[in-house]
């Protein structure tokens, strides 16, 4: 696995932005996005980054974030910043597009850059996360906040499980539609968010996603509609998280 991969895997599964009301997922990088050129980082227009009203986006199940992490050595391993759009604006592609990883990392004095998106959630809300620094950055055109730190510690691979420092719970809504992996011990992993990076993805796509994974012996996926509102909760300020191979990630809810 790539440095980049590695450090998606990890980074995904940390929770970065700052509002009461909405949650926050984050988990690639001295490269631009594959099959990108590299590109002026100040190439769009600001105007056409239209911020979100008060309150963030209508509905978070859906919203689309983008992130940028930025990594330099640390006392422990690789230490990571991670900022993100939540609540700031809806990640316009064009502007997504313009930033330059090379040029990003060059300028902030970082060992590297990540370009991790675009994301979508599959919550519906979440409680206790807390912002890590409310001042907004603009990388490119982009404003992002500052929503989660994490060390890389160690090497990691699809289906292999990590464990993330957060004491964020992920609200599911009675009714909807969740998207599991189901591990040789019947450990339930629920997906939180999905990836567009690897593959083109949508959410009415995601029913059919067990055909497409390479699932690792004794592991299925399924999908279930709720019939009352679960949460998702890191025990103890622990969450322990995956990812399949396209990016996709996962929180352990049970057992």
Partial sequence: MTRPALLLVLLSACVPEARPDLPL?????????DGAEPSDAGACVP??????????????????????VL????????EAEVYNTLGLSECP???WQALDARALAAEAGA???VLNGPRYWLLDGFTNSEVLDPAVRTFG?????????????????PYAPLTVRRDTTFVFAAGRAVYE???????????????????PQTEAELATLGARLALPAGWSFRTRT???????????????????ELQNTYQRASP
């Fill in 181 to 199: 992996l189901v591990d040789p011990e019947g450990g339930v992993w629920i997906m939180q968010s999905y990836s567009a990076q690897v593959v």
């Fill in 226 to 244: 709720l019939e009352a509102e679960l949460l998702v909760t890191a025990r103890g300020g622990l969450a322990t998280v995956t990812q399949d």
């Fill in 111 to 113: 060992l590297m850059a």
């Fill in 47 to 68: 105007e056409d980054v239209v911020p979100f009203p008060d309150g963030g986006p209508p509905s978070l199940r859906g919203a689309r974030y983008c992130e940028v």
């Fill in 71 to 78: 990594a330099r050595p640390g006392d422990g391993g690789i």
């Fill in 93 to 95: 592609e064009a502007a």
């Fill in 25 to 33: 997922d984050a988990p690639a990088m001295d490269a631009p996005r």
């Fill in 141 to 157: 055109c982009l404003p992002m906040r500052l929503g989660g730190r994490v060390v890389l510690a160690g090497p990691a691979m």
